[in-house]
């Protein structure tokens, strides 16, 4: 029987260049379980577990994993973020394709994984700057970070693991923690400081004099941004 072969989006794409090879995978809110399936297709890890909060994603997982000849090697879970797992059952924890904040409370469910013995690849799709705060100020700490383009946006990608006391300031939150290097810096910075000038002209607009003290802040930060960007061009030019 001829299996089908999974390609991948850019997104999902970098998150599985990402694990390390050997690795035991759980996936949190696989969806249609291409990250792990394509995973084990390519040699990459030797098994996967792949969980979901809502029974129809997890039988589209499965589904998947039967077209590609991959469910022996897979274990299927229904469970609300890692209410499901144990500490220790997988090297790698992926929590891709949601808000910061979701992803904050699913670990905040799990204090385990501050631990240290567990690699978190974490891809917010809203909240960057939140959950960065919030790793860091719950003793996680951040060993890489990654910007993918995808579908006209731009999405960071964290690698975490437990053991840290260093608090981030405002500006890295936003900026990111370890993104300095990567090509794809300049277009974030300018993405963050779209975002920022938004808030700060709606919050002028509403003419609330209780929110003078934010968009002071808020324009310290877009200042912060604005002279990083500035500092990349001048390194490039």
């Known amino acids: 029987m001829e ?26 809110g696989t969806d249609h379980g291409y990250l792990p399936v394509w995973l084990l297709q390519h040699g990459k890890i030797p098994r996967a577990i792949a969980s979901d909060i809502n029974a ?3 039988e589209h997982a499965r589904r998947t994993a039967a077209e590609c000849g991959m469910s022996n090697r897979m274990e299927f879970r229904l469970c609300a973020g890692l209410d499901g797992f144990c500490p220790g059952e997988a090297d790698v924890i992926v929590i891709a394709g949601m808000g910061g904040e979701t992803i904050a ?7 385990w994984t501050a631990s240290g013995n567990t690699a978190l690849l974490l891809q917010p799709m809203t909240k960057a ?10 003793g996680y ?10 579908k006209d946006f731009l999405y960071p990608i964290f690698i975490v ?5 260093v608090k981030l300031t405002d500006e890295e939150a936003y900026a990111g923690v370890m993104l300095e290097g990567d090509p794809l810096y300049g277009m974030y910075l300018s993405q963050q400081m779209s975002r920022l000038r938004t808030r700060i002209d709606g919050l002028t607009r509403s003419g609330n004099e209780s929110a003078i003290e934010e968009i002071r802040r808020l324009e310290t930060l877009y200042g912060a941004l604005a002279a990083r960007k500035e500092k990349l061009h001048d390194h490039s030019s």
């Open 3 to 28: 299996h089908r072969e999974l390609t991948l989006q850019p997104r999902l794409r970098m998150l599985a260049d990402l694990v390390p090879p050997g690795a035991v995978v759980a996936d949190v």
């Open 56 to 58: 129809k994603p997890l």
């Open 105 to 111: 409370a699913i670990l905040e469910a799990a204090p």
């Open 129 to 138: 700057e939140y959950l960065r705060i919030w790793l860091t100020d719950k």
């Open 141 to 150: 700490s951040f060993t890489g970070e990654h910007l993918v383009f995808d």
């Open 161 to 165: 693991t437990g053991g840290n006391t």
